[in-house]
């Protein structure tokens, strides 16, 4: 379950602000919904609904086909390619939980040499699967890190190589859907109609989820009771549209950047995917907040100060989870008589006392802070995040006036790299 609280914005973003911004509200809503309006990046906004089926039977086959002779699996990827399955396989399996029976590394995300020296390596010792994920497979990172990989695995395991090789690419051309066919690969397709930061739903995601044991299902599940859910409400009551509407007002009123803040260290890695997913999706033509991340409590002792007594650029979005399985632990007894106020408090009430406590403290600073309480069961929840922060960032992008679907920004470094790499 996610609630929305807009107390702390109030000042900066008033019910007067709501109603003047309803009629732009509303063909923002209608541009989003309509499917002949940049229709190639819409695919996501039906798919947790769609009958996949098909998808699944395939997923779960090459799953288990991939775990059957390997304990580890590389996944390689950059951008949405990798984000949204890291950050998924990081809510479910909390640091010091091992990732199920099969563990999931990922790979291609960076050009570090000795990161991906090591990683091989460590490799020696296991048995190894790979799952390459690029819609045209000529970026460079994960291009040079796949072949690396895979004649690592050649050398190792000659003809079977094949066999532990998955390629997630485009269904019907492209330089590795080519090469997949001929080296004979499965394959598992992207669909033509959702970009790589909306596409973590896809088999983009839910393999590597598979692989690791987490119950894709119920991650789509999720996902789907937000879609149902968002479509009965008017667009003044969907707190999805609420959300984008006042980070769309603070902007308007000369802030810069807005900051992720989590205080579970487990979501760090989802603030990763969000990062990107309203980076590429509004940051263009020269307007845009600037997504960023905060990990508190932590970074209250580094950024604490900046935040408090800097310029007023910065606005907060505390994404306050809530993970059923989470384990209670307690301050125990016989503390010293300075801190024998913290003795027999649960560490949920001591984090709730923080987020309280910076809110104040902050929103009384002048920094604009909007809280997102989220709650349940780890798979679903992160389906039903990825599917409201995915329809808060595309309406946003609609009520800037940009396409939230294309990135022409992105296409300029690689160019030039490859003029560099090809003289």
């Given at each position: 379950?996610?609630?929305l609280?807009l107390?702390?914005?109030?000042?900066?973003f008033?019910?007067?602000h709501?109603?003047?911004?309803q009629?732009?509200?509303?063909?923002?809503?209608?541009?989003?919904?309509?499917?002949?309006v940049?229709?190639?990046?819409?695919?996501?906004l039906?798919?947790?609904?769609?009958?996949?089926?098909?998808?699944?039977a395939?997923?779960?086959?090459?799953?288990?086909?991939?775990?059957?002779?390997?304990?580890?699996?590389?996944?390689?990827?950059i951008?949405?390619?990798?984000?949204g399955?890291?950050?998924?396989?990081s809510?479910v399996y909390?640091e010091?939980?091992?990732?199920?029976?099969?563990?999931?590394?990922?790979?291609?995300q960076?050009?570090?040499?000795?990161?991906?020296?090591?990683?091989?390596?460590?490799?020696?010792?296991?048995?190894?699967?790979?799952?390459?994920?690029?819609?045209?497979?000529?970026t460079?990172?994960?291009?040079?890190?796949?072949h690396?990989?895979?004649?690592?695995?050649?050398?190792?395991?000659?003809n079977?190589?094949?066999?532990?090789?998955?390629?997630?690419?485009?269904?019907?051309?492209?330089?590795?859907?080519?090469?997949?066919?001929?080296k004979g690969?499965?394959?598992l397709p992207?669909?033509?109609?959702?970009?790589?930061?909306?596409?973590?739903?896809s088999?983009?995601?839910?393999?590597p989820?598979?692989?690791?044991?987490?119950?894709?299902?119920q991650?789509?599940a999720?996902?789907?009771?937000v879609?149902q859910?968002?479509?009965?409400?008017d667009?003044?009551?969907?707190?999805?549209?609420q959300?984008?509407?006042?980070?769309?007002?603070?902007?308007?009123?000369?802030?810069?950047?807005?900051?992720?803040?989590?205080?579970?260290?487990?979501v760090?890695?989802?603030?990763g995917?969000?990062?990107?997913?309203f980076?590429?999706?509004?940051g263009?033509?020269?307007?845009g907040?600037?997504?960023t991340?905060?990990?508190?409590?932590?970074?209250?002792?580094s950024?604490?100060?900046?935040v408090q007594?800097?310029?007023?650029m910065?606005?907060?979005?505390?994404?306050?989870?809530?993970?059923?399985?989470?384990?209670?632990?307690?301050?125990?007894?016989?503390?010293?008589?300075?801190?024998?106020?913290?003795?027999g408090r649960?560490y949920?009430?001591l984090r709730?006392?923080?987020?309280?406590s910076?809110i104040?403290?902050?929103?009384?600073?002048?920094?604009p802070?909007?809280?997102?309480?989220?709650s349940?069961?780890?798979?679903?929840?992160?389906?039903?995040?990825?599917?409201?922060?995915?329809?808060?960032?595309?309406?946003?992008g609609?009520?800037l006036?940009t396409?939230?679907?294309?990135?022409?920004?992105?296409?300029?470094?690689?160019?030039?790299?490859?003029?560099r790499?090809?003289?």
């Amino acid at each position: 379950m996610i609630q929305l609280s807009l107390d702390q914005v109030r000042p900066w973003f008033t019910k007067d602000h709501e109603n003047r911004l309803q009629s732009l509200a509303q063909f923002a809503y209608r541009q989003l919904l309509d499917g002949q309006v940049d229709a190639f990046g819409k695919g996501w906004l039906s798919w947790p609904v769609d009958d996949h089926a098909e998808l699944y039977a395939d997923i779960d086959k090459i799953s288990d086909q991939l775990t059957k002779v390997s304990d580890v699996t590389v996944v390689i990827g950059i951008g949405g390619s990798y984000l949204g399955a890291r950050s998924v396989l990081s809510m479910v399996y909390p640091e010091f939980v091992d990732q199920g029976k099969h563990q999931v590394i990922f790979a291609g995300q960076q050009l570090s040499g000795t990161y991906h020296a090591h990683l091989l390596k460590y490799l020696d010792n296991h048995e190894v699967s790979l799952v390459v994920v690029s819609k045209s497979g000529t970026t460079l990172e994960p291009s040079a890190i796949f072949h690396t990989f895979r004649a690592y695995l050649e050398q190792r395991y000659g003809n079977e190589a094949a066999s532990r090789i998955c390629a997630i690419t485009d269904a019907q051309k492209g330089t590795l859907r080519q090469y997949a066919l001929e080296k004979g690969y499965a394959t598992l397709p992207i669909p033509d109609d959702i970009g790589g930061r909306y596409s973590v739903l896809s088999a983009v995601g839910l393999l590597p989820m598979a692989l690791a044991g987490i119950d894709y299902r119920q991650v789509m599940a999720g996902a789907a009771e937000v879609k149902q859910r968002y479509d009965n409400l008017d667009v003044a009551d969907n707190p999805s549209v609420q959300y984008a509407l006042a980070r769309h007002v603070l902007y308007q009123q000369g802030f810069a950047a807005e900051a992720l803040v989590t205080y579970e260290p487990r979501v760090a890695d989802f603030a990763g995917w969000w990062q990107q997913l309203f980076g590429e999706s509004q940051g263009k033509d020269g307007i845009g907040l600037f997504p960023t991340m905060l990990q508190f409590s932590t970074d209250l002792h580094s950024m604490g100060q900046y935040v408090q007594d800097a310029r007023k650029m910065l606005v907060e979005t505390v994404l306050d989870v809530e993970i059923a399985d989470a384990p209670e632990l307690v301050v125990p007894q016989g503390l010293d008589e300075k801190n024998a106020y913290l003795e027999g408090r649960t560490y949920d009430s001591l984090r709730e006392v923080a987020i309280e406590s910076v809110i104040k403290a902050h929103s009384d600073a002048g920094v604009p802070n909007i809280r997102i309480n989220a709650s349940g069961e780890a798979a679903s929840l992160y389906g039903e995040l990825v599917y409201f922060f995915e329809i808060a960032c595309a309406f946003g992008g609609y009520l800037l006036g940009t396409n939230p679907f294309d990135q022409p920004g992105v296409e300029a470094y690689k160019t030039e790299m490859k003029v560099r790499l090809q003289k």
